[in-house]
């Protein structure tokens, strides 16, 4: 048998060092994942031969459904893997996992030179894309809150979030930065769109040379020297129900509600408000600016007051008030009306979206952690998050667009009869099962 190495003593500068590195790599995942739909509507016909917008947006909305329809699979796959070798190890091959389907994207060529052979690659690249981005979720949501210490562990997690929504930011930057600097609409539709993709490629391989020098948590050190078969299966999981399915409903809302308010608004102003593609990007990265600064700010508040608030307060104000701000949005021409109605939405959906990787690792003992926090998370995000545009499409095709706002609302509404029963994971964490070591201050 291999001898288990000793655990490297945890300091200050190397846990910060690791928050950090494990924070960057979920950026580069989430900006390789979100390049798809901000450039969606550039490459949808290079895709989907069609006269009608809405039928190709319906056509590409579909595949992205596809690749979160695997993000389960993802999820335990990955997630077993980081229970039984490291979430350090997970980390690195799901962001290899990315840069193959980011590759695969950016050098496809069109439906016009290789017929129906391009959809169907581009089907094979999301797939392994939400692989990817499946195993990271759970992985990285785990590892961020097991590196940071109990007083933080709320403002510390929430940087998932904040490199998640970078990552989108980073998306509709590149998509800013061609539409007015670089190249034309046209060279967009022909060519220029294949470039986020490459870039994504590239800095995916970067990213996973950087995750091979991170320190394992002192959690899973712990577990290792269990050596334990059970860690990490589904057999293990099934001991955790009422976690489960809390892991579920607490999801419901919020990724569908997130989803709706970011990856969906840009089309959203296109396709409904009428707004120009580029004022629509415009749109959406200003608000995301904002709703990344929000994150940390919500998470240290959940340090303070608990989590329990948050997602109650979310939860409230989520469902009285998604009907109202998307019918506005339908109306309005105004970029700053339409800046303001999201940033409210957006900023409602931090009470959610800051606290949410805590909580759920709050939920599980380190065995089976980044099983119980991904693959759950990933059944609820790939039925409700990943659903989100082609439902409001499908509404909307069928001329029934207000459907689409009370479905969100119902939503958040269900997810809010559990935040009001369940416990505030802040005080009730199995977490302190497996407490971090005691950090040495020196750098």
Avoid at 66 to 84: E, H, N, T, Y
Avoid at 341 to 356: E, H, K, M, Q, R
């Amino acid at each position: 048998m291999n001898e288990i190495k000793s655990p490297v003593p945890r300091t200050t500068r190397g846990r910060i060092k690791s928050i950090i590195g494990g924070s960057l790599g979920n950026l580069v995942e989430w900006y390789d994942w979100y390049a798809y739909t901000a450039f969606s509507l550039y490459f949808s016909d290079a895709f989907f031969p069609s006269d009608d917008q809405t039928v190709q947006l319906l056509n590409t909305a579909g595949i992205f459904a596809i690749g979160f329809l695997m993000r389960p699979i993802g999820g335990w796959v990955m997630g077993s893997f980081a229970d039984k070798r490291g979430r350090k190890t997970a980390l690195t091959f799901s962001v290899l996992l990315m840069s193959v389907g980011s590759l695969i994207i950016a050098i496809t060529p069109g439906y016009k030179s290789i017929g129906v052979a391009a959809p169907i690659l581009l089907v094979l690249a999301r797939i392994i894309q939400g692989l990817s981005v499946g195993g990271e979720y759970g992985t990285s949501a785990t590892y961020l809150s097991e590196m940071a210490t109990k007083k933080h562990r709320g403002f510390y997690s929430s940087f998932q979030y904040v490199t998640l929504i970078m990552g989108q930011l980073l998306a509709l930057g590149v998509l800013v930065l061609l539409q007015r600097a670089f190249l034309s609409e046209k060279q967009l539709h022909d060519w220029g769109w294949r470039i986020p993709f490459g870039i994504g490629a590239i800095l995916a391989v970067t990213t996973m040379y950087l995750r091979r020098s991170l320190q394992e948590s002192a959690s899973f050190d712990k577990e290792r020297k269990k050596a334990d078969a059970l860690n990490g299966t589904i057999k293990a999981l099934t001991k955790h129900p009422k976690a489960v399915f809390t892991v579920i409903g607490l999801t419901i809302g919020g990724t569908l509600a997130f989803y709706t308010f970011t990856t969906y608004m840009q089309k959203f102003l296109v396709n409904t408000s009428g707004f120009s593609k580029s004022a629509a990007t415009l749109i959406s990265t200003l608000t995301l600016a904002v709703f990344i600064v929000i994150q940390p700010l919500f998470g240290l508040l959940s340090d303070k007051i608990g989590r329990k608030p948050l997602l109650i307060g979310f939860g409230i104000l989520g469902t009285l008030c998604t009907i109202p701000v998307m019918t506005l949005l339908s109306h309005t021409k105004d970029v700053w009306v339409a800046f303001a109605l999201i940033l409210c939405a957006l900023v409602i959906v931090s009470g959610y979206t800051s606290i949410n990787a805590v909580v759920k690792a709050e939920l599980f003992p380190a065995n089976v952690r980044a099983l119980g926090v991904g693959f759950p998370y990933a059944i609820a995000v790939s039925l409700f998050g990943g659903t989100a545009e082609y439902i409001a499409l499908w509404f909307k095709n069928e001329h029934h667009a207000q459907w689409f706002y009370w479905y969100v609302t119902v939503c958040i509404a269900l997810s809010l009869v559990l935040y009001i029963t369940m416990n505030d994971t802040r005080k009730y964490s199995k977490m302190e099962d497996c407490e971090p070591e005691p950090e040495f201050t020196e750098f």
